[in-house]
């Protein structure tokens, strides 16, 4: 019997997968505890749909995402950072602030946990950061830290 499961079952598969299972298996336990349905002709159809419509979404996403990462990339932004006497630096730049001043700077919106920083920025100079906006696409946010005394 072949069964569309409506979430993950460790031993069987992912959601959405279509699934080879015994008879018993499948209509006594499967299907009676709403983990899977038949996989009948109107069944496959409506899960047809719904992948190509995920599919759709995630390709308008990677757009979406491509066209962020160009208007990163041709974005340089400056952070003054406290710096006391003897060029003492006092805190750190840290993906929050980076966010904030993109956003502020270009108007371009991009969550704190796509920036990805080894350490922290704790001097001042010209760094390159790597934003991951998609699975595919990476973009390089020039960034000067200047001394704000």
Do not use: W
Request: charged fraction near 30%.
């Amino acid at each position: 019997m072949k069964v569309i499961l409506n979430e993950d079952i460790k031993s069987l598969g992912k959601k959405g997968d279509v699934v080879e299972v015994s008879d018993g298996y499948g209509r006594n336990f499967l299907i009676s505890k709403g983990k899977a349905k038949e996989a009948n002709a109107s069944n496959l159809s409506i899960l047809n749909d719904i992948k190509s419509k995920e599919a759709h979404n995630e390709q308008l996403n990677l757009e979406a995402c491509q066209k962020t990462a160009m208007d990163i990339a041709g974005v340089e932004i400056k952070i003054p950072i406290k710096v006391g006497e003897g060029g003492k630096v006092f805190g750190a730049v840290s993906t929050k602030e980076l966010s904030e001043e993109l956003e502020k700077q270009t108007g371009i919106k991009v969550d704190k946990k796509k920036f990805k920083l080894d350490e922290s920025i704790k001097n001042p100079g010209f760094f390159e950061i790597p934003v991951r906006l998609h699975k595919e696409v990476t973009a390089t946010l020039k960034v000067i830290v200047t001394a704000d005394n």
